[in-house]
C-alpha cells in the first residue's frame, strides 16, 4: 500500500554529520506528520523529530540544536539533517508517516529502518 524508502544511513566519527531521507509511495490521499525516531537494543523507540505539513517540527530534548528536520510535500519526503554526532545517537532509525489512503482511511507507516553508528 505505502512504502517508506530510507537512505543515508552509515558510520560516522563523533562530532561528524548525516543527512538521512526518507520517500514515501503507494496509495497516499494525504500525509499529515513525518518523522523520524530511533531504536536501541533493549529500549522502546523514542522521538528524534517530527514535522507537519505546514513546517512546525517538534525535536527530543537529547536532539535540539543539532538535527534539523525537512519535507518536500511535493516528493513525499522528509529529511533530518544531524550534526555534532555523538556515540548515545547509535541506533536503528525509522521513518514514520501518518498517511490518509483517503478521506476516511489513515494509518501509521514505518520504514525498514537504517542504521546509525557513531564511533572513533
Known amino acids: 500500500q505505502v512504502q517508506l524508502v530510507e537512505s543515508g544511513g552509515g558510520l560516522v566519527q563523533p562530532g561528524g554529520s548525516l543527512r538521512l531521507s526518507c520517500a514515501a509511495s503507494g496509495s497516499i490521499f494525504s500525509i499529515t506528520t513525518m518523522g523520524w525516531y530511533r531504536q536501541v537494543p533493549g529500549k522502546q523507540r523514542e522521538l528524534v523529530a517530527t514535522?507537519?505539513?505546514?513546517?512546525?517540527?517538534n525535536y527530543a530534548d537529547s536532539v535540539k540544536g543539532r538535527c534539523t528536520i525537512s519535507r518536500d510535500n511535493a516528493k513525499n519526503s522528509v529529511y533530518v539533517q544531524m550534526n555534532s554526532l555523538k556515540p548515545e545517537d547509535t541506533a536503528v532509525y525509522y521513518c514514520n508517516a501518518y498517511v490518509w489512503e483517503d478521506s476516511r482511511r489513515f494509518r501509521t507507516y514505518w520504514g525498514q529502518g537504517t542504521q546509525v553508528t557513531v564511533s572513533s
Open positions: 514535522i507537519t505539513t505546514v513546517g512546525t517540527t
